[in-house]
């Protein structure tokens, strides 16, 4: 099993900055796409960004230009660098993983999920 934990949410003023990050632990040597999404109260749980292990990222429209996905050495962490951040970007950030080569389309088809972290920017 993988087992992928968060850190790194909080509180901060719009044009702030936060980096979240997600370690993984357990049979992590299979997995190649990693990604964050994130879900607002009322809304659905939608892609922030992801990366595959050959160094392939993409990112929401919402979000380019402001966050960047990266891993660190290995595969046991990944981080999200937020700047400029907005109050719509308000949410729990959720890490997830998969062995597949493509990250996933869909957020049901991703194989790992870590427990989310908050982020709060008030209007």
């Known amino acids: 099993q993988v087992q992928l934990v968060e850190s790194g949410g909080g509180l901060v003023q719009p044009g702030g900055s936060l980096k979240l990050s997600c370690a993984a632990s357990?049979?992590?040597?299979?997995?190649?796409?990693f990604g964050w999404y994130r879900q607002a109260p009322g809304k659905e749980r939608e892609l922030v960004a992801t990366?595959?292990?050959?160094?392939?990222?993409n990112y929401a429209d919402s979000v380019k230009g402001r966050f960047t996905i990266s891993r660190g050495n290995g595969k046991n962490i990944l981080y999200l660098q937020m700047n400029s951040l907005k109050p719509e970007d308000t949410a729990v950030y959720y890490c997830?993983?998969?062995?597949?080569?493509?990250?996933?389309?869909?957020?049901?088809?991703?194989?790992?999920w870590g427990q989310g972290t908050q982020v709060t920017v008030p209007s």
């Open positions: 997830n993983a998969d062995r597949s080569t493509r990250a996933p389309t869909a957020w049901a088809a991703w194989g790992y």
């Open positions: 357990g049979f992590i040597g299979r997995l190649n796409a």
């Open positions: 990366i595959t292990s050959g160094g392939t990222t």
